[in-house]
């Protein structure tokens, strides 16, 4: 008997069906690579056969980015018809990416799946997950700053408060296992209130999702954060933790209906409820980041997560190609360690949005970051030097940077941002892996068209 989830589930016409609308969508990529040099040069944008393109079986083209490296990304292209699987909620889920193991294996995602719901799919929430000894009008009053001071919360109710998140982080945090696709169906397939934990796994593809709104109902507080300290939430909607060969495609990101900027402030600061949108850390590598459309957040997208991490040198290699970012605060992305290509990629920035703009690129200690014909379309007088942000790199390339239309020179912006540091043009190392760069001044067009 076939699982209720497997392939026979779905009859194949009405997959050619939801392939035709993917294409119309812009939610396709391209054919497999040939042995041609210019098919095997080519970006990664839209099938261009309608109706016969099964996208859930692509792997990433060759030299589509760092991804295509050391023997390129499959996912589950591969996978046995036993191991297809079509889910509609988070059992069936969680069911799918377990019963293969490490097989290849193929997800696909149909309208919302929610993560924070019990196995009726009931939807649960702070009061579920509150361990019965945590309450929060007494943790604000017992570590206040004027009388608890800088040290760290201690005792029962940061103990209750721990409790907490851990019940929360049982249900909530799905990890996705190696040689997997996950791809969202038709244009309205979800993940919400949770995170997908790519955790030293290899060879996984995330394609044609919409991430939102990955909610800490306990988020930690760190009076030694900043000179007054802040609250610091625990979920990405999708975290790579030591994982290599992994391809993001044609996704969208989102706070969804809960941005932090509305949030309560408590202990002086404003809470913090979301954490990354997409961060890749603790030594993930081989990491192609294409057509995704990141919104409305704060810290966006992470490649490294401290400074001592020193493992991550020689890793963190990553290509972030055609996204829009789009009102998003900061660290889109911010770099430590990785030698990361950005190019052709848009950014949507007003300084009196939700989450007004900060910054764009943040580059990091020891990181080599190698940027290309990046747009800027921004209102509120964001300047040429907010573009970027040194957090003690040293080294930075950029060519073919626009502002509003015009030429900007992006490392010029940095160091006369930081008139007393070093900061050298040359990274070290040349991007390779990747199709023919489009011209700045086509960057919009086509990103706008096809990212998300």
Not at 103 to 112: E, Y
């Amino acid at each position: 008997m076939n699982h209720p989830f497997q392939n026979g589930a779905t009859p194949w016409k009405h997959w050619a069906a939801w392939a035709c609308m993917a294409w119309l969508a812009g939610c396709a990529a391209p054919s497999s690579p040939s042995s041609s040099p210019a098919a095997a040069s080519a970006p990664s944008p839209i099938a261009k056969v309608a109706g016969s393109v099964d996208i859930s079986r692509q792997a990433l083209a060759a030299k589509d980015g760092w991804a295509a490296a050391e023997g390129g990304t499959r996912g589950g292209a591969d996978a046995a018809p036993e191991h297809v699987f079509d889910v509609r909620n988070r059992n069936e889920l969680v069911a799918a990416l377990e019963r293969a193991g490490q097989q290849p294996k193929i997800v696909r995602i149909h309208g919302t799946i929610d993560l924070s719901v019990d196995d009726a799919n009931r939807p649960l929430g702070e009061a579920d997950y509150r361990d019965p000894a945590f309450d929060f009008a007494a943790f604000v009053k017992a570590y206040d700053p004027a009388t608890w001071g800088k040290k760290p919360p201690e005792g029962p109710l940061e103990e209750a408060r721990k409790r907490s998140s851990s019940n929360q982080a049982k249900r909530v945090v799905v990890r996705v296992p190696s040689n997997t696709s996950l791809i969202g169906v038709g244009a309205h397939a979800h993940i919400i209130h949770g995170m997908l934990l790519l955790d030293k796994v290899d060879n996984v593809i995330v394609r044609n999702i919409h991430f939102a709104d990955a909610y800490d109902y306990f988020p930690e507080w760190d009076p030694k954060d900043n000179a007054h300290g802040e609250w610091n939430s625990e979920y990405d909607t999708v975290s790579l933790r030591g994982a290599t060969h992994v391809w993001v495609d044609h996704c969208t990101f989102s706070d969804g209906n809960r941005p932090d900027p509305t949030a309560q402030v408590a202990l002086g600061r404003r809470m913090q409820h979301h954490d990354g949108l997409l961060d890749i850390t603790q030594q993930s590598n081989y990491v192609t980041v294409s057509y995704n459309h990141f919104k409305d957040h704060d810290k966006t997208n992470l490649v490294g997560s401290s400074d001592s991490q020193k493992l991550d040198e020689g890793k963190l290699k990553v290509s972030f190609h055609h996204n829009l970012w789009e009102n998003t605060k900061e660290r889109s992305p911010r770099v430590r360690y990785g030698q990361v290509h950005l190019y052709n990629n848009l950014y949507v920035a007003d300084t009196s949005a939700v989450y007004p703009h900060g910054y764009s690129i943040g580059v990091g200690f020891n990181s080599r970051i190698y940027a290309q014909n990046n747009v800027w379309e921004t209102q509120g007088g964001v300047l040429d030097t907010r573009l970027t942000r040194l957090w003690k790199g040293s080294t930075f390339f950029d060519q073919g940077s626009l502002h509003n239309g015009r030429a900007v020179d992006l490392l010029a912006g940095l160091r006369a941002a930081n008139p007393g540091a070093s900061v050298a043009g040359d990274v070290g190392w040349l991007p390779v892996l990747h199709g023919p760069l489009e011209p700045a001044s086509e960057v919009s067009r086509s990103v706008r068209a096809q990212a998300g």
